[in-house]
């Protein structure tokens, strides 16, 4: 099971990776605005993420085409033997994918809403495609049921292509996608706070250690 945080936000990130429970951290150009970043601070982010623990760090491409795309992964991949380079699940996005995985740059192909998306990924080599689970959900499409055709379809023809899963609108989403094989997940230190967020689980430590102060 491989757990990621969506964000740069360095004091959440910093914060949740310290658990050792997380493997690290994905960013997009999205992500990056909302924490107030921009790509020029891309280096910076790196540098924090690893030193808080990331065994991996993802960041993606910009640029229309595919030449363009390829030169700015592989200069994010020169950043260090940690990043995943992603790219946009577009014609451009999955030629550049397929041009930098036959390099043996690690590859994520993101906003991925469709199984055929996933067949592409597969045959470009991608190490990983991220699914957005909320979005596809928001469409009024069965988010679910997509996940499970792209995860069977990569089981069956024994693609390494990895699910990694974005988007995540809860806790209860993981269980049931991890139900049903897929082990890679990335979510908003919201989402992750939630895994600690259960009562019972809050008042058995009260109890524990009451038991203690008692019998101290
Ligand atoms: C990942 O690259 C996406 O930015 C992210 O998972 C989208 O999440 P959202 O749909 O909750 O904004």
Redesign the pocket.
Request: hydrophobic fraction near 40%.
């Given at each position: 099971m491989h757990l990621y945080l969506?964000t740069a936000d360095r004091a959440a990130a910093e914060d949740l990776l310290a658990t050792g429970l997380f493997a690290g951290v994905?960013?997009?150009p999205?992500?990056l605005q909302r924490a107030v970043v921009g790509v020029a601070d891309i280096p910076d982010i790196y540098r924090w993420a690893t030193a808080a623990g990331a065994r991996e760090v993802?960041f993606?491409a910009w640029g229309e085409d595919t030449a363009t795309l390829v030169k700015r992964g592989q200069e994010l991949r020169d950043l260090g033997d940690r990043v995943v380079v992603?790219l946009v699940a577009s014609r451009a996005g999955s030629a550049a994918c397929a041009q930098l995985a036959a390099d043996g740059v690690p590859t994520l192909l993101?906003?991925v809403y469709d199984p055929a998306q996933a067949v592409v990924a597969a045959a470009a080599g991608a190490t990983y495609i991220?699914p957005?689970?909320?979005?596809l959900n928001?469409a009024g499409r069965d988010g679910i049921g997509e996940i499970v055709a792209m995860r069977e379809l990569l089981a069956a023809t024994g693609s390494a292509t990895r699910i990694l899963l974005?988007?995540?609108?809860d806790t209860a989403a993981i269980v049931t996608l991890a139900r049903r094989g897929v082990d890679c997940f990335?979510?908003?230190p919201a989402i992750a706070e939630q895994f600690f967020a259960d009562e019972l689980t809050a008042e058995a430590v009260q109890t524990f250690e009451q038991a203690v102060t008692a019998t101290s």
């Open positions: 969506d994905t960013t997009n999205t992500i993802f993606q992603k993101t906003a991220a957005y689970l909320r979005r928001a974005a988007s995540i609108p990335t979510m908003a």
